[in-house]
Nanobody, 115 residues
């Protein structure tokens, strides 16, 4: 069984920063890509950022230069540093672990950015 815990969401003002964390434990092995996705109210879930085992990163155009994804494989943890937040970043953020055999999602953490 795999247990995933997200943390770090909250309510901030535009221009402020937040750091999201996501830790996986249990029977999760051979993690390839770790990533963050988000879903705003009334919209589809969209990719925010991903990071490979080699540290190669990929970002949505809307967050490039403001968000940074990182990972700690020893802890099965992925982070998302979000700077210069904008109201349009408001969404539920989900972490994702892609392994050889499966795909796992976190429970989601709410990020709300007020103007």
């Amino acid at each position: 069984q795999v247990h995933i815990v997200e943390s770090g969401g909250g309510l901030v003002q535009a221009g402020e920063s937040l750091r999201l964390s996501c830790a996986a434990s249990g029977s999760i092995f051979r993690i390839n890509i770790m990533g963050w996705y988000r879903q705003a109210a009334g919209k589809q879930r969209e990719l925010v950022a991903t990071i490979s085992t080699l540290g190669n990163t990929n970002y949505a155009d809307s967050v490039k230069g403001r968000f940074t994804i990182s990972r700690d494989d020893a802890k099965n943890t992925v982070y998302l540093q979000m700077n210069s937040l904008k109201p349009e970043d408001t969404a539920v953020y989900y972490c994702n672990y892609n392994t050889v055999q499966n795909n796992y999602w976190g429970q989601g953490t709410q990020v709300t950015v007020s103007s």
